[in-house]
């Protein structure tokens, strides 16, 4: 029982630490509609499943391959770097308060969770050590909720406060800071990849 408990907590922790999921969460909430939430928070979690299913299925080793790792740091920090450069060249249309026109959505979820090494290393450390143990299965369940609590927890709290949080000072400034975010998460991809 202590297990399930610690994975729940590690599982929300980990769902709302600030990183590439839990930001566009909140700004596709915030700026798009809770719709768009949605789908990303499917594409997200679909990511999950499909890297705890590599683990669970002996397949961490693959983060020893380099080629593969490599080419997953460029896929994923390009993507990155394109969504900043969408948020940044769009922060001024962001002002005026009106609902964005863009087709984000599920596979935009998938691909940074997929692509976001923290979510990687994440799973890998987390689910490493309960792979020899009785009822794995119900273990990754109970961090699989404290993860979906956490993101829909980020969903309905953006939601609720959305009334509150647009004012054309918040807008720019969760612009700024998630194109920091996503720049930072994005160049350190690039960096890990050219000094391995």
């Known amino acids: 029982m ?7 907590i590690v599982g929300f922790v980990g769902g709302i630490t600030p990183g590439p999921d839990i930001l ?15 789908k990303i928070l499917l594409g997200v979690l679909s990511g999950n499943i499909i890297l705890i299913a590599i683990i669970y299925f002996g397949l961490s080793s693959v983060s020893e391959i380099k080629f593969l790792t490599n080419t997953i740091q460029i896929v994923g920090g390009t993507y990155l770097l394109y969504i900043a450069y969408q948020i940044y060249s769009h922060r001024n249309d962001s002002v005026e308060l009106k609902k ?6 599920f596979k935009d979820g998938l691909i940074i969770n997929l692509t976001n090494p923290k979510a990687i290393i994440y799973f890998i450390v987390i689910i490493t050590p309960f792979l020899n143990e009785d009822f794995l299965e119900l273990k990754i369940l109970s961090l699989m909720i404290g993860i979906v609590t956490a993101f829909s927890l980020t969903i309905f709290l953006a939601n609720k406060l959305k009334a509150k949080l647009v004012s054309p000072k918040v807008i720019i400034s969760i612009d700024y800071i998630a194109v920091v975010v996503f720049v930072f998460f994005g160049v350190s991809m690039f960096i890990n990849v050219f000094n391995s």
């Open 2 to 8: 202590e297990d399930f408990l610690l994975l729940l």
């Open 24 to 38: 566009l969460l909140i700004r596709t909430t915030i700026f798009n509609c809770l719709n768009d939430a949605l």
């Open 100 to 105: 964005e026109k863009t087709t984000i959505g």
